[in-house]
Each structure stands twice: as structure tokens, then as C-alpha cells.
């Protein structure tokens, strides 16, 4: 939210989004999105969203490799901290 205002003013600029990324979160946005219920003020946005979602393949993460930046996010990453 911070960053976007700026980032033209960027001196570089680094896309780090990989092209599986919507199918491996779909594994585990959609059960949760299925659960909003209906009287939740947040109910239409999550109609939208699994409406959207049944254009994407769903991708198991055992397919992501474990130096992905993705990995920070799902567990399993090959780096120690």
C-alpha cells in the first residue's frame, strides 16, 4: 500500500510473481473462501473471488521447488534461518 504510490519513481524495478502462483494458492484460498458465510459483509467479495478462481488450474504445491520465494509462504523452503 505504501509502495505502489512510488514505485515509478523507482530507480529499478524487480516483477517477482511466477507464473503458478494463482493455481498453488487456489489449493488454499478456495476451501477458505468457500466457508464466508452468507450473512458475512465479506460474502460477495468472496463469491467473486471463487468465481474467478474456477478459471484457474489448481496446482499442488509438491510441484513448487523448495528455494521458491513461495516457499516462504507455504513452509517447506530449503533455507535455514
Not at 26 to 33: M, R
Not at 60 to 75: A, Q, T, V, W
Request: proline share 6%; charged share 15%; net charge negative.
Amino acid at each position: 500500500m505504501h509502495i505502489f504510490p512510488y514505485q515509478e519513481n523507482a530507480n529499478v524495478m524487480f516483477n517477482s510473481a511466477l507464473l503458478y502462483e494463482l493455481g498453488v494458492l487456489k489449493v488454499y484460498a478456495e476451501p477458505l473462501l468457500k466457508q464466508v458465510p452468507e450473512n458475512c459483509e465479506e460474502y460477495a467479495i468472496a463469491q467473486q473471488l471463487l468465481s474467478f478462481s474456477e478459471l484457474i488450474a489448481p496446482i499442488d504445491s509438491k510441484y513448487i521447488p523448495y528455494n521458491s520465494i513461495m516457499r516462504e509462504f507455504l513452509g517447506g523452503s530449503s533455507f535455514e534461518y
